[in-house]
């Protein structure tokens, strides 16, 4: 576990130089979908606070033994053993063989270039561990743990569904997209609370992939333009900012 945790972290690393703008050293950050901790380590590194909301914690080590392993004595690590929904309780489907891509949206693990009707073996049912768990919203996290600096959102297909749970704008956020698999409605939604901005960066570059920001219809028309339909060109990180 610590060389893969030793090559997770380089790999990560990264991401400093996108991360940096939104983070300082004793900042409050929110990583929902923290899973085992990836990203997490870009946060912790530049100092943050981070409150860590992944529904497999609800079942102790059996999913990613990995977090605890690495954050358990980390008293700036919060674990919260939630899904981000307004539902009081939710399905999770759990990949037995590769829990890192567990998720609580029915049409992302059915449709999305993902699932098995495109040839991958993420959501096979045959492969699938069935669960309920809690929910929260981010207005209830905001409550409980106060307004972070930045929001990382990674959670297989419902980025769209955890924005929904915001009544608030804040100052910073990042959603992985695919190229089939946009989260334009919660983008929409960060721009009904608030004037936004937007960048995006591919895959693990650690860089931005445009010179400046736009507004949302720009990005969407540049992801339309510029995403490859495979590879490392097709999926990312959205990035959001508030204008002051």
Not at 52 to 71: I, K, N, Q, Y
Request: glycine share 8%; hydrophobic share 40%.
């Amino acid at each position: 576990m610590a060389e893969w945790w030793a090559w997770s972290e380089e790999v990560e690393l990264q991401r400093l130089n996108v991360y940096r703008p939104f983070i300082k050293s004793g900042d409050m950050c929110f990583d929902i979908g923290a899973n085992r901790g990836r990203k997490m380590f870009v946060m912790r590194t530049l100092g943050a606070k981070v409150v860590a909301v992944e529904p497999l914690f609800a079942f102790g080590d059996e999913f990613v033994p990995e977090f605890s392993w690495r954050w358990g004595k980390d008293k700036d690590v919060m674990p919260v053993a939630r899904a981000v929904t307004r539902a009081h309780r939710v399905s999770i489907s759990v990949n037995r063989f590769i829990p890192y891509v567990s998720s609580i949206d029915k049409a992302w693990m059915t449709e999305s270039a993902h699932s098995p009707s495109n040839g991958q073996p993420y959501y096979k049912p045959g492969s699938l561990i069935k669960r309920v768990v809690q929910g929260i919203t981010l207005d209830g996290l905001i409550n409980i743990y106060g307004m972070p600096s930045f929001v990382k959102i990674d959670v297989e297909g419902a980025e769209n569904s955890v924005i929904a749970t915001l009544t608030t704008p804040i100052p910073a956020l990042n959603m992985e997209f695919h190229q089939d698999w946009i989260p334009a409605k919660a983008m929409e939604h960060m721009d009904e609370l608030g004037p936004y901005q937007w960048t995006y960066a591919l895959d693990f570059r650690g860089r931005f992939a445009m010179s400046g920001w736009t507004d949302r219809r720009g990005l969407l028309d540049i992801l339309d333009r510029r995403l490859t339909k495979k590879g490392n060109g097709s999926w990312g990180d959205i990035y959001g900012r508030l204008l002051e």
